[in-house]
């Protein structure tokens, strides 16, 4: 199988581990990402704040050249680029009189014809193929599933591939990958999103309650399909102690890298080492792959320390 | 050779300012076959009329053209008319002159010329017109009513005091309906039992209400006054002769932790049982599934429990009892099945339909539905009438009522109101008061829809005098921390997140037809909209009819329909039908299909596209008695005259009477250059 | 000038035969009478049950008699009287367009549209948008010239169904 694939700023900069992972996987899943060329910002959490027509002529410059690549659909693992692409193709199809100022401003004859695909609904069609590939399940690991805001809503713009305020998607692929989902309630709530620089007060306190919560249900981890939601709930677990809100350590996990572990790849190639809290007491419960994972959790406190 | 009279009229000014009517009549009079043209001032006058009924003496008219208004206004006038001359109404038609032409343009020339087209096309059809005579058929004045609920109950009772015999088919083993669970009514807190089981009993006492409880609709044949019903009278297990009610079965039965339909799960029942206290019949009833012989005999084991048996002591038990179908003919029928709960939780009964994960229904036993909050709050109920929860038998100090829980929303796939839930959350939150006086109730709401005599300032006394809290917007999630229940919402006044933690939800949920809705309407041929709510003729004008001729409809299988509205239909109903057995026969236009025995070949093409099922088949037969062919013959009491099947039929061997093709085609070369 | 013809002052004056249903249509058109809407008056309405009851046969049969154009109009959809003879009619009508189009008749000389009782004013933009299509279309003859022309009638090219019925003048 064949699929677009929208990188984003972020699987390039601060959640580099979420490609590195994604990548690995996709190898042992028979799926070929297919990058787009020159591909530019999706105007994620600024651009449809300050600009309606810039919000969604961005991402739909990147469909466009999709559509010029003879993409027909195109996966944005980052929840953030998946919002803006996915609206911005629904926008499109809603309002000719947008699909005609959009056009202008894109210089191209722009027809909307590509889907836009999140990693929930890609990996949800591969469930057979984890479960088969599954050499390495991950046997009670509990794990919280965190959707957040913007992964399955809302139903206009994601299609309905999934329950909007009950999904269970995640569960299901967690499931495949052999890890135990634990039931819990914060699942969807907001982890302070875009705020984390301007507001951290915010998102230290809605993404301590996410934390507390998953832990009082169980869970080993957090499992996330997002880059925004990875750095509120791994990066700002410090400054969550820093404040009181938040003690212990809770390991916060992109969906792919669970998928991973469950193939069995090796944790140095999906990234586990570049977190901020130590994912060593996740990868202690996968037996033969604790090697790695010494210098993993190296890397991340050298890392968290030059930031501290 | 046709002797056809035409009359010119000028409607005062209205015609005749525009068309120059004496022209038209004598521009009429060079048509072949009209001995007669006259205008007058005023046609539909008397003088105008008798004009028509002199021309028709004198002359011998075979056809009369009226051209006047449109015949929306006064065809029946001349053809009434036409019939006091002895001559056959329907050979009267009228051209419409005014509405089509004299109003319509101000060109003189133009419009007497557009006139004249107007009144010879008419002629034209006239002449090809033949007499039809009224269609008379027999009815049978007797009344099928479906479903025991408020609505079947009322409409029965009214049919049978109007001095006509009802069946009254109810499925459940008790009529009653869902009015007999709840506690007290809005907008007078009156008790529902109190008002509604001396109703039931008079229904059970009536000499003219044939009751068959635990029964349902089979089969349907027939149209409008010769419907023939089966009933399929299911098998109680206890003969209904000899039981006497006294209840020593129920007591002895081992199964006793079943839980209670009628109770909405929250109290248990017995396997052989009673639905209710004063259920009517009061007679018990074996469930099958759950009674212990027969999940023995299921697995092919001897009969072992046989208390219930033992215990009669009129020997009324009858294990082996079967389904019986019984046949009835009667002349128009009345459904009323009522509603039934949406089912709030992830698993739905129809794809289109979504559930609400995010509630817990099923998970937290302290989410609960409206109907079990009524039975909590009854004084016959489960618990006695004191409002306590189901997880832990104690008393919430605070509850929540969230509103439209599937009403209102598109996106679970019932797009309509629901109707009673403002009123009944407002009767909740009182009743919750006048219980747990140091309670507090809150109510989420998206707009308190308070129509009715007495309804908003009934929602308005809950508010105001009765302390309940309300706050518009919705809920977004709720889950359990040890016996508490957390709720996240939105105040949309507020524009704020709220959290809070409640005792125990209620949720008051969409209202939805019936399961197996589709089915009873597909053997009635009534027609059901998207949600399967059975469809009005008209929803102004016919709202108690169907499209099926004799079928009638009321309460909330049409539409989510209070107590009041349910009665006030069902009345309605009654008078429908009591005013179509007023006369021994029935009798109708004659506008409809009739078949050329001769030319049909027997492809039943106008079957498929017959929209009333008018359409029969007919055994053509030698004298031997030998079927030698198959024709369609259609029956005159269902066709609806639409005509679609001459339309459709290859062979040009069905006519719709009134229309046919000959008199269309008269009409066509009357426009010929 | 024949007394059934238009008026042809000012050039060439389309006739339009109408196939409408009793209840939407020919209501509508009632309405807009007593709303007293002034419209072209070329148009002249034979009124049926149903759309369901129009025969396809009717519109070639109003050609081949001299119309230039033909209307036929019923209840919107979901709305008809008989609960489905407008869908039935919708069916018969999309195949019979392409028919007509395929024999080389303009199908902008045919309209179908959907009138309800309510509906006056668009009866009246339906008549006057059909009126001035089939104006600009001019006259249509070709299957008048099949029957109507004397020389062909004389040599017997006459419909069976039209043998010893009256035909007018």
């Known amino acids: 199988m064949k699929i677009g694939y929208f990188p984003g700023c972020s699987l390039h900069g601060l959640s580099r ?58 996966l944005a693992p980052c929840a953030a680029c998946y919002a803006r692409l996915a609206s911005a193709r629904h926008e499109i199809s809603e309002d000719p009189q947008l699909a005609g100022r959009v056009n202008n401003v894109l210089v191209r004859d722009f027809k909307n014809t590509v889907r836009v695909r999140s990693i929930l609904e890609v990996l949800k069609g591969q469930i057979a193929g984890i479960k088969a590939r599954a050499t390495n399940p991950l046997k009670d690991l509990k794990v ?9 809503r809302p139903v206009q713009v994601t299609g309905g591939y999934d329950d909007p305020e009950d999904p269970s998607s995640m569960e299901d692929i967690c499931k495949a990958a052999g890890a135990v989902p634990v039931k819990w309630n914060r699942r969807l709530d907001c982890c302070g999103g875009g705020l984390s620089m301007s507001r951290t007060g915010s998102v230290v306190r809605l993404s301590a309650a996410i934390l507390k919560d998953a832990k009082a ?19 700002r677990q410090k400054a ?69 | 050779m046709a002797r056809i009279g035409v009359f010119v009229c000028h409607c005062g000014e209205n015609i005749g300012r525009t068309v120059d009517c004496h022209g038209v009549a004598e521009a009429c009079k060079d048509v072949p076959g009209v001995v007669h043209s006259v205008d007058y001032k005023y046609m539909c006058s008397d003088p105008g009329q008798q004009m028509v009924k002199n021309a028709i003496a004198e002359k011998g008219l075979t056809g009369v053209v009226v051209a006047a208004c449109s015949p929306h206004m006064h065809e029946k006038t001349f053809r009434r008319a036409t019939a006091g ?22 060109d003189r020339e133009k419009a007497t010329v557009k006139a004249v087209d107007i009144t010879k096309t008419i002629i034209e059809k006239v002449k090809r017109n033949v007499p039809l005579n009224t269609i008379r058929i027999p009815v049978t004045r007797r009344a099928l009513v479906i479903g025991g609920g408020i609505a079947g109950i009322q409409a029965a009772l009214d049919i049978a005091d109007g001095g006509r015999e009802v069946i009254l088919v109810e499925k459940g083993p008790s009529i009653g309906g869902h009015m007999s669970q709840l506690s007290e009514t809005f907008p007078t807190l009156d008790c529902s039992q109190c008002i509604l089981t001396p109703r039931m009993v008079e229904v059970y006492q009536h000499p003219r209400i044939k009751l068959y409880a635990y029964s349902e609709v089979e089969s349907v044949e027939g149209y409008i006054g010769n419907f023939k019903v089966t009933v399929r009278r299911k098998a109680r297990s206890v003969d209904e002769d000899k039981c006497n009610g006294c209840g020593a079965c129920t007591q002895v039965c081992p199964n006793k932790k079943i839980p209670s339909e009628f109770d909405c799960g929250l109290g248990k029942r017995t396997a052989i049982y009673v639905p209710f206290p004063q259920a009517v019949p009061n007679l018990p009833t074996v469930d099958r599934n759950k009674c212990l012989l027969f999940m023995n005999r299921a697995k092919g084991r001897p009969d072992t429990c046989k208390k219930c048996a033992d215990a009669c002591a009129k ?29 709030i939780g992830k698993d739905q009964p129809k794809d289109n339909l979504k559930g609400y994960g995010e509630y817990g229904y099923g998970t937290i036993p302290d989410v609960i539905d409206g109907l079990q909050f009524e039975r909590l709050a009854s004084a016959s109920g489960p618990t006695s009438g004191k409002i306590l929860r189901p997880s832990d038998g104690k008393e919430p100090k605070r509850i929540v009522f969230l509103q439209c829980i599937g009403s209102r929303d598109p996106q679970k796939g019932m797009e309509y109101c629901s109707k009673i839930c403002c009123m009944y959350v407002a009767k909740h939150t009182m009743l919750y008061h006048h219980k747990v006086h140091d309670g507090q109730a809150t109510v989420f709401y998206m707009d308190i829809r308070a129509a009715g005599k007495g309804y908003e300032e009934f929602s ?29 919402g939105f105040d949309t006044l507020e524009g704020e997140p709220i959290e809070m933690d409640a005792d125990m939800v209620v949720l008051a949920t969409a209202m939805r037809p019936q399961p197996g809705i589709d089915a009873l309407a597909q053997k009635l041929s009534v027609s059901y909209d998207q949600h399967g709510f059975i469809n009005e003729a008209h929803p102004k004008l016919r709202p108690v009819e169907t499209n099926t001729a004799g079928i009638f409809v009321a309460g909330a299988c049409q539409a989510p329909r209070d107590i009041p509205d349910a009665v006030a239909m069902a009345s309605a109903t009654a008078s429908k039908v009591l005013g179509l057995f007023a006369n021994e026969m029935l009798e109708r236009e004659p506008t409809v299909a009739c078949v050329n025995e001769a030319n049909c070949a027997g492809c039943f093409h106008c079957e498929r596209v017959c929209a009333y099922g008018a359409v029969e088949h007919k055994d053509i037969k030698d004298r031997a008695g030998n079927v030698v062919r198959v024709i369609a013959y259609v029956n005159p009491g269902v066709c609806q005259g639409c005509g679609t099947c001459q339309a459709t039929c290859p062979s040009k061997s069905v006519e719709l009477q009134g229309f046919t093709d000959e008199q269309i085609w008269g009409e066509i070369q009357a426009l010929g250059v | 000038m024949d007394a059934t013809t238009p008026a042809v002052a000012g050039g060439f004056e389309p006739r339009i035969t109408a196939f409408v249903c009793n209840w939407c249509t020919y209501t509508g058109a009632d309405l807009a009478g007593t709303s007293r809407l002034q419209m072209a008056s070329n148009v002249r309405i034979i009124r049926l049950p149903c759309t369901g009851r129009i025969d396809p046969m009717f519109i070639t049969k109003a050609f081949e008699r001299g119309a230039d154009g033909i209307i036929v109009s019923g209840c919107h959809p979901a709305d008809c009287h008989y609960n489905a003879g407008n869908y039935h009619a919708r069916r018969r009508f999309a195949i019979f367009r ?51 022309d004397p020389v062909a009638t004389a040599t017997g090219v006459v419909p069976p169904e039209h043998v010893g019925k009256e035909v007018p003048a």
Not at chain 1, 144 to 152: E, F, P, Q
């Open chain 1, 217 to 235: 249900a169980g869970a080993d981890a957090v499992v996330v399909a997002c880059p925004m939601c990875h750095s509120n709930l791994d990066f």
């Open chain 3, 98 to 148: 392409e028919l007509m189009d395929f024999l080389g008749v303009d199908t902008g000389r045919i309209t179908f549209s959907w009138v309800s009782a309510s509906e006056g004013g668009k009866w009246r933009d339906v008549v006057n948008d059909a009126v001035t299509r089939v104006r600009a279309l001019g006259p249509f003859t070709d299957y008048r010239k099949l029957v109507v």
């Open chain 1, 240 to 308: 969550m102690k820093h404040r009181g809100a938040w003690e212990g350590d809770m390991p916060v996990l992109f969906l792919t890298q669970v998928v991973g572990m469950s193939m069995g790849i090796d944790p140095k190639t999906l990234g586990m080492g570049r977190h901020f809290v130590s994912t060593d007491s996740v990868l202690a419960r996968t037996a033969g792959t604790g090697s790695g994972s010494g210098t993993g959790t190296n890397s991340a406190a050298a890392v968290a320390g030059e930031v501290g």
């Open chain 2, 315 to 343: 020997g009324a038990i009858d294990f082996d009892q079967q389904d019986r179908l019984v046949t009835e003919d009667v002349g128009a029928i009345v459904v009323a099945t009522g509603y039934q709960l949406y089912t």
């Open chain 1, 17 to 74: 581990e979420y490609e590195e992972s994604l990548k690995a996987i996709v190898a042992g899943l028979d799926t070929e990402l297919v990058e787009v060329d020159d591909w530019s910002c999706c105007g994620a959490s600024s651009a449809h704040g300050s600009s309606h027509l810039l919000g969604v002529a961005l991402p739909a410059r990147n469909l466009a050249i999709a559509e010029e690549q003879g993409l027909p659909e195109v």
């Open chain 2, 85 to 106: 001359a002895g001559l056959n109404p329907f050979l009267c038609e009228m051209a419409n002159v005014r509405e089509h032409c004299s109003w319509i343009h101000e």
């Open chain 2, 460 to 488: 308005r006394r809950a508010i105001e005098e009765e302390g309940a809290q309300y706050i518009r917007g919705r809920v977004s999630r709720m889950w359990r921390e040890g016996d508490v229940i957390k709720i996240l």
């Open chain 1, 144 to 152: 919280a599933c965190y959707y957040g805001c913007l992964l399955v």
